[in-house]
């Protein structure tokens, strides 16, 4: 008994055999102390820790900041900088598991890092890292979904959801060994029509800020920035999105009729169409007669005339040299140019046709608009709608919706993000088959298959016997 109880203390005591016993790499930096462990709670698995964690916040966790990366092109001392950066901001945090918030549209991406510090002369497979997604209820946990199209790990084990979907929402946590190191609460706003604005316009005005004291509710639009002007040289369009959100009154009192405590780890407010909201706040009539809105405006901008210069660094920053746009240095592999997609779409005419820009390729930044051209002529989406009654428009999520296909909208459709063609597709609109002929081809074929069998079948029954000669 004495020499097991001296073992036990003797392992306690030199992390460093621990570390070999485990064959983990050391996730410290040297000199310091090693960061706390988030051991279970009693009786708990880690499943009702996590759904402890989230019981306990906002009280106990602070707003989650995210942890310094290193990006494959980096230098292997700048690898190792950002490592042991990242330690000591995570061992700062102490022992709390951070929290975070994603707010995401249906149909759009999101990123969600794992909080976990990767050593860069380890391989990342040895780190037992997974992802999880925990229900409402404490107990509840299920696997990622197994779908690459949608669900991606990175190397940095982030994980990236693709076209999220309403029935994405919920809790993920990125686990080590076991041991939950972050928690994200997604939500999901639904898909909705929004209400066009003209700026400059008096017959067209937004919707105002509007305070719903029985419910300490605040009803109120925000506005993103405005987008990149589509042309350059001449008069093009801008536009600015304004989400319908609430948020509350009096931050220290409830809500009514149901009180979301969740409204904490969005201090700009809740989106009226979010997947937080629950259904007795969501079906407040004002909440759910209030339309988000789009404000449409002209712009003017210049086009560049003269080329930015690029400067070559080294590591820390220091300019070595200073390098025209049209040349590269000798020590930068030349970028091959992007290549546009392109696509060959056969459609009946009198169908539904839906085009959706491929920018996962391309970096888009969020000011930036999605223009489409049918040939070389520019989409307008303040007026096509209007001129096509209806039948011709490009929705939120820029993409062009073309419904009853006539022959004569046979043509190249492309997408351009600022000034980087995306993809051009070569829609060809065909008249449908005459229903009537495909039963007749239907029939004929049926016909000629019995005609050929009772051709066999007659050629056997009646075929004359060969005498064999003597």
């Known amino acids: 008994m004495y020499t097991i109880v001296l073992l036990v203390v003797f392992l306690r005591l030199c992390p460093k055999i621990n570390g070999q016993v485990t064959g983990r790499p050391e996730n410290r930096v040297p000199g310091t102390s090693p960061a706390p462990a988030n051991p279970p709670l009693p ?38 900088r950002i490592y042991h950066t990242c330690l000591r901001e995570k061992n700062s945090h102490g022992r709390e598991i951070p929290r975070a918030a994603k707010l995401r549209q249906e149909g759009q991406e999101v990123e969600l890092s794992c909080n976990v510090c990767l050593r860069p002369d380890h391989d990342p497979s040895r780190y037992g890292i997974e992802w999880r ?14 779908d690459p199209r949608r669900f991606t790990v990175t190397n940095s084990k ?21 041991q939950p ?22 017959e067209s005005t937004v919707e105002p800020e509007v305070h719903l004291s029985d419910y300490n509710l605040c009803v109120v639009t ?34 009514s009729p149901v009180d979301i405590p969740s409204m904490a780890h969005y201090p700009e407010g809740v989106p009226c169409r979010s997947t937080l909201l629950p259904r007795s706040v969501a079906k407040i009539p004002y909440i759910r007669d209030r339309e988000s ?24 920053g220091k300019v070595l040299k200073e390098v025209e746009v049209q040349y590269y240095s000798i020590n930068e592999v030349p970028k091959v140019p992007h290549t546009p ?16 820009c491929p920018t996962e390729s391309h970096k888009k930044k969020k000011e930036e608009m999605i223009r489409w051209q049918n040939g070389t002529v520019l989409i307008n989406p303040l007026t096509i709608r209007r001129a096509t009654l209806g039948r011709v428009r490009i929705d939120h999520l820029y ?46 074929g049926f016909g000629i298959t019995v005609l050929f069998v009772v051709l066999i079948a007659f050629s056997i029954c009646f075929k004359t016997p060969t005498k064999s000669a003597r």
């Not at 190191?181 to 400059?200: A, S």
């Not at 005339?305 to 660094?313: D, F, L, P």
């Not at 392109?342 to 009946?348: E, L, Q, S, T």
Request: with cysteine; charged share 25%.
């Open 133 to 146: 997604r925990f229900q409402q209820r404490v107990g509840e946990e299920a696997e990622v979904p197994q």
């Open 399 to 444: 993409r062009l919706l073309i419904r009853r296909l006539k022959i004569t909208d046979t043509a190249a459709f492309n997408c351009w993000v600022g000034g980087t063609h995306i993809a051009t597709f070569k829609v060809i609109v065909t008249k449908p088959m005459n229903k009537n002929i495909k039963t007749y081809i239907s029939y004929a």
């Open 181 to 202: 190191q972050i928690i994200y609460q997604v939500d999901v706003l639904f898909n909705e029509k929004r209400r066009v604005v003209y700026e400059n316009d008096p």
């Open 341 to 356: 997609k392109r696509d060959v779409m056969y459609k009946d005419a009198g169908k539904r046709l839906i085009l959706k």
């Open 293 to 316: 809105e789009t404000l449409m405006g002209p712009c003017l901008v210049p086009c560049p005339t003269v080329a930015e210069v690029i400067q070559v660094t080294d590591e820390y």
């Open 222 to 255: 925000t506005w993103s920035s405005w987008s990149t002007c589509s042309k350059c040289g001449e008069e093009g369009l801008r536009r600015m999105i304004g989400l319908c959100t609430i948020k509350k009154i009096v931050l220290s009192d409830p809500v």
């Open 43 to 80: 009786d708990q698995d880690n499943a009702a820790l996590i759904q402890a964690t989230l019981r306990r916040f906002p009280r106990a966790i602070s707003p989650h900041a995210e942890l310094p990366t290193y990006s494959e092109s980096d230098t292997p001392s700048k690898k190792f």
């Open 158 to 178: 982030s994980l990236i959801i693709k076209n999220i979907d309403v029935m994405d929402a919920g809790q993920y946590a990125c686990l080590l060994d076991g």
